[in-house]
């Protein structure tokens, strides 16, 4: 059954954030009122490959913690950005990884379509992309207002931050979530291990 769709009216802009009417109904958009929808950003689930003496890899998934001004906290999660208009998930999944963590995107593949974290609060949507990475993370990431650091983790590291998260140590993004419970249970995520 879908519902009769109303013409949403803005009530506010900002560069990054609007907020519609639509009916009764009042909820955050990153597009223009007129806007046809469209994925809004890109969650890199990112694996830092680094090479041993012995030729096999070290394999760890990269995690960032961010200030997050509106909860007031530092978050763990995914890279993460905004896809520009007509942006390949590749090219942002490059960008957004070199911005927030100074590594470079070796291969991006498994990219999801369009879903929607907070569908009550917001029409934002964000595609997920699985990717592998290497270099040296940056010491001072992030573009100007961004406060962020730059985590590799192993499967020991995953299940030591989801206890930290269990004793309220820890603040975690909804996305990343399953993402670290997969890796400290099994070992692996989207068809790559982590040692």
Same mark, same amino acid.
């Given at each position: 059954?879908?519902?009769?769709?109303?013409?949403?009216?803005?009530?506010?802009?900002?560069? *990054?954030?609007?907020?519609?009417?639509? +009916?009764? *109904? /009042?909820?955050?958009?990153? %597009? #223009?009122?007129?806007? #046809?929808?469209?994925? @809004?950003?890109?969650? /890199? =689930?990112?694996?830092?490959?680094?090479? %041993?003496?012995? +030729?096999?890899?070290?394999? &760890?998934?990269?995690?960032?913690?961010?200030?997050?001004?509106?909860?007031? $906290? *530092?978050?763990? @999660?995914?890279?993460?950005?905004?896809?520009?208009? +007509?942006? !390949? #998930?590749?090219?942002?999944?490059?960008?957004?990884?070199?911005?927030?963590?100074?590594?470079?995107?070796?291969?991006?593949?498994?990219?999801? +379509?369009?879903?929607?974290?907070?569908?009550g609060?917001?029409?934002?949507? =964000? !595609?997920? /992309?699985?990717?592998?990475?290497?270099?040296? #993370?940056s010491?001072?990431?992030?573009?100007?207002?961004? %406060? =962020?650091?730059?985590?590799?983790? @192993?499967?020991?590291?995953?299940?030591?931050?989801l206890?930290?998260?269990?004793?309220?140590? $820890? !603040?975690?993004?909804? &996305?990343?979530?399953?993402?670290?419970?997969? =890796?400290?249970?099994?070992?692996?995520?989207?068809?790559?291990?982590?040692?």
């Open positions: 059954m879908t519902e009769p769709s109303t013409t949403p009216e803005l009530l506010h802009a900002t560069r *990054w954030l609007n907020l519609c009417r639509r +009916g009764k *109904w /009042i909820y955050a958009s990153r %597009r #223009p009122v007129d806007a #046809p929808p469209r994925t @809004d950003g890109l969650a /890199i =689930i990112a694996f830092h490959e680094e090479p %041993r003496a012995d +030729g096999s890899l070290r394999r &760890r998934l990269v995690v960032i913690e961010e200030w997050r001004v509106p909860v007031q $906290a *530092w978050v763990f @999660d995914t890279p993460a950005g905004l896809l520009e208009p +007509g942006e !390949a #998930p590749a090219v942002c999944a490059s960008r957004e990884l070199a911005e927030e963590t100074g590594l470079t995107l070796a291969s991006a593949d498994a990219a999801s +379509g369009p879903t929607f974290s907070s569908p609060m917001t029409d934002e949507s =964000i !595609a997920f /992309i699985v990717a592998t990475c290497s270099g040296t #993370p010491e001072n990431p992030g573009v100007e207002g961004e %406060r =962020i650091r730059v985590h590799l983790l @192993d499967r020991a590291g995953c299940r030591a931050l206890e930290r998260h269990a004793a309220g140590e $820890a !603040a975690l993004s909804a &996305r990343f979530w399953p993402v670290l419970l997969s =890796i400290a249970a099994t070992g692996g995520f989207g068809g790559r291990s982590v040692d």
